[in-house]
């Protein structure tokens, strides 16, 4: 069977304008996931003064003796949420990706996600048990869009790149996540600066009326970025390897990629489409294997294991430290009755930002800069031990020194590293690898898979932190929480799990830099029509009918234009698309006769 030769094109494209559009399309979609994950930490400060004062926290704000505590189930329960919801988006989104098609789920994804960021902000009262309610309600539907978001943006960037720039370009989607970090603290910043300075600065312990809208702006402007990039989402084509390896219509796949990237020479593949009409009909394929299948375990379960186990492993330490950032620097923020609901807030998203322009950021540009230099298998391995690393030096002098010093520059920088090694590997790698590994039509499940993984990690690690970090003696640990371990012990058991990683990473994952996507489809590694290899036994024709076939040939298109839409097509390119043309004709009448003679 000859190779699909769009796909064959597509893998050896030059970078073009539409792979950048593509890049910030698919984007916006992780910049939005990360503003409405990241934005909870400061939004929750305000929820706690307006909602659990030692008045009882009606929803009316007020003055009382201290700012209250919010109890720990509470912040568990709306971080939690968003990160179970996360989970089933992930599963359900990434499954339909490959059964509908990745553009339409795409679109439906980010609707859910604009939908609950509104819900989210008005979550329906103002009373202390329905506004919570309500408030994890719509941050659950929110998490469900923010899942699905993840295998539908890999898998769209991974099947409209080449194969030399596209870890590279998949890294750069990713990267939107520390832009969507540095946005959530820019916009609560603002709208805590807005507030404390038209309410006259209030005092500490005083919670004005409008506390109770600040935190609802906060959450609803996350739906902006998702609305503004909806029409260029739904504008997108759907890519051609799923229509050629999936819709198995290798025409309409040549037609949309040309729509798109303009300055691939697809003449020479149209003609080879029209001359593999004139070859008669194989039989039908027999049916692909399946997920569930043992063909599946055998070819692609240790593949699968490696990239859902890795991405298991790093989200543990990875959300535990950036949700919970305010609680490793406690020491660095003026205490809580000395502030008021406003300032603490900005407090809080103010350290965000200072970690996502110090550390975040930088490491996504550093992994977007060597993942096709140095390889994923690498990276991934090089960042968990470098978290392991700065995960030990911290805790290691933790009780005897970093604990009265967490003001020393030291002690932020180390921190910082962590981060900065996170996104250089695994945070980024986790990423790019369930979408080179697996064929087209597992792909975007596998992914989805993978990062339901990843965010069961973050649900235990950021819910297992805030109870983890809190230090043995009864007399040291914050009000509503039970003793722990204490922070010293939980950065070694976050250390540990990086190591763990890393032994993983080196066993099981292997390296995808310069393949092709194609290779996932048979055994042999081949670039074949059809998809899963030797199951398939035939080639496009199987598929589509050469009446269809030839409709779409006839039909508008970049590859084959109408001859009088140019007085400049050169005499040569006409009689090419005529002999297309003409061929496609001849097929479609052979056939009708043949139906006839069978009447």
Known sequence: ?????????????????????????????????????????????????????????????????????????????????????????????????????????????????????????????????????????????????????????????????????????????????????????AVTMAVAAAFDHYTGHPAPLDTPESTDLAWRIILMVGAVPAAVTYYWRMSMPETARYTALVERDVVKATNDIGRVLTDLDLIAIAEEEAAALRRPLGPMPTPPYGLFSSRFVRQHGRDLFACAAAWFLLDIPYYSSTLFQSEIYRPLFPAPEHVNAFQEAFNVAKFQAIIAVASTIPGYFAAALLIDRAGRRRLQMAGFLLMAVFLFALAGPYDIYWRDHAKHAGYIVLYSLTFFSANLGPNTTTFILPAELFPARFRSTC???????????????????????????????????????????????????????????????????????????????????????????????????????????????????????????????????????????????????????QM
């Open 1 to 185: 069977m000859a190779p699909i030769r769009v796909l064959t094109a597509l893998d050896q494209a030059r970078t073009q304008y539409y792979h950048f559009k593509a890049i910030l399309i698919a984007g916006m979609g992780l910049f939005t996931d990360s503003y409405d994950l990241f934005c909870i930490a400061p939004v929750m400060k305000i929820v706690r003064r307006v909602y659990y004062d030692d008045d009882g926290g009606g929803g009316g704000g007020g003055s009382s003796s201290s700012p209250g505590v919010t109890p720990p189930a509470v912040v568990s329960a709306t971080v939690g949420v968003a990160l179970l919801g996360a989970v089933v988006g992930n599963v359900v989104f990434g499954a339909l990706g490959d059964r509908v098609g990745r553009r339409r789920v795409y679109g439906a994804c980010l609707l859910l996600m604009v939908c609950s960021s509104v819900g989210s902000g008005f979550s329906v009262c103002r009373t202390r048990r329905c506004a919570v309610a309500s408030l994890c309600f719509f941050r659950f539907l929110l998490g469900v869009g923010i899942g699905g978001d993840y295998p539908l943006s890999a898998t769209i960037m991974s099947e409209f790149s080449n194969r030399r720039t596209r870890g590279a370009f998949i890294a750069a989607v990713f990267s939107m996540q520390g832009f969507g970090i540095l946005a959530s603290s």
């Open 447 to 597: 992914h989805g898979l993978s990062g339901a993984s990843g965010k069961l990690g973050a649900l235990i690690g950021s819910i297992g932190f805030l109870w983890a970090s809190q230090q043995k003696d009864r007399a040291e640990v914050q009000v509503g929480h039970l003793p722990g371990i204490g922070m010293m012990y939980a950065l070694f058991v976050l250390g540990g799990i990086c190591l763990l990683g890393l032994a993983l990473t080196y066993a099981f994952t292997p390296e995808t830099m310069m393949r092709s996507l194609e290779e996932n489809e048979s055994d042999k590694a081949m670039s074949q029509v059809g998809d899963g290899g030797s199951d398939y036994g035939t080639g496009m024709e199987a598929a589509k009918s050469p009446a269809s076939m030839a409709s779409s040939h006839l039909s508008m298109s970049p590859i084959l234009p109408r001859i009088n839409s140019s007085i400049k097509i050169s005499s040569l390119s006409v009689v090419r698309q005529v002999a297309c043309v003409d061929a496609c004709m001849i097929i479609v009448k052979s056939h009708i006769y043949a139906n006839t003679d």
